[in-house]
């Protein structure tokens, strides 16, 4: 399985800034996603980041809210901009090695908490 | 609309007892159910189910998946304090984004 490290695991920010985290796989991963988990809430799928091309949005999610990069196939990042106090969450960065095998594997998340 | 429904919501056993987590699901061109276990930020890998009527296996935890009844089982034997977590359960289907679709989760808490 891969190994994914996220950067940074929390952090605490004013209102109306914006974040970058950072998600590093240790292998070459041919998709890379992020999802976020609210507070008692379940993991909802934000968008899949395409590498070398803009990443694909779910419903409710746009770019110019939570801009994403991938550069190459081990590294994206997801930026959350104009932060409210309702972006306060874990993001989770997640890896898929090979499209005949299903198994997503999880980096650490980042707890954000916006005041 | 794609969904994945867990039940129970949350389960309080004791030590030694053995649990069944529940897990329905109603996925387009569905492929795989994967489980995992998350108990601070990450969610763990548990299994990954394809064929029905096939039971993973790890240690005390065990799965099957029902494609006839859209759901699937995860056991956990001999419960211990450290299973204690939420148990995630999400439906994948085919296509190119491979996008899981997660259920709310079972939150199980073992007692001493």
């Known amino acids: 399985s891969a190994v994914i490290s996220q950067k940074p695991s929390r952090d605490i920010c004013q209102r109306g800034t914006s974040l970058t985290i950072q998600c590093q796989v240790d292998?070459?991963?041919?998709?890379m996603f992020w999802y976020r988990q609210q507070p008692g809430q379940s993991l909802t799928l934000i968008a899949t980041?395409?590498?070398?091309?803009?990443?694909?949005?779910e419903s409710g999610f746009v770019i110019d809210k939570f801009p994403i990069s991938r550069p190459n196939l081990t590294f994206s990042t997801l930026t959350v901009s104009n932060m409210s106090p309702e972006d306060s969450s874990i993001y989770l960065c997640?890896?898929?090695?090979?499209?005949?095998?299903?198994?997503?594997?999880f980096g650490p998340g980042t707890r954000l908490t916006v005041l | 609309e794609d969904k994945v429904v867990q039940s129970p919501l949350s389960l309080v056993v004791h030590e030694g007892d053995t649990v069944t987590l529940n897990c329905s699901y109603e996925?387009?061109?569905?492929?795989?159910l994967l489980w995992y276990k998350q108990e601070k930020k990450a969610p763990t890998f548990l299994f990954m189910l394809?064929?029905?009527?096939i039971e993973k296996k790890s240690g005390r935890l065990s799965s099957i998946l029902d494609k006839k009844e859209l759901s699937s089982i995860l056991n956990i034997t001999a419960t211990q304090t450290g299973d204690s977590a939420i148990y995630l359960c999400?439906?994948?289907?085919?296509?190119?984004?491979?996008?899981?679709?997660f259920g709310t989760g079972t939150l199980l808490a073992v007692q001493p």
């Open positions: 996925v387009t061109n569905f492929r795989s």
């Open positions: 980041a395409n590498q070398g091309s803009e990443a694909t949005y």
């Open positions: 394809t064929s029905s009527g």
């Open positions: 999400g439906g994948l289907g085919s296509g190119a984004t491979n996008k899981l679709i």
């Open positions: 292998s070459q991963v041919t998709m």
């Open positions: 997640s890896a898929q090695g090979h499209p005949l095998y299903n198994e997503q594997f």
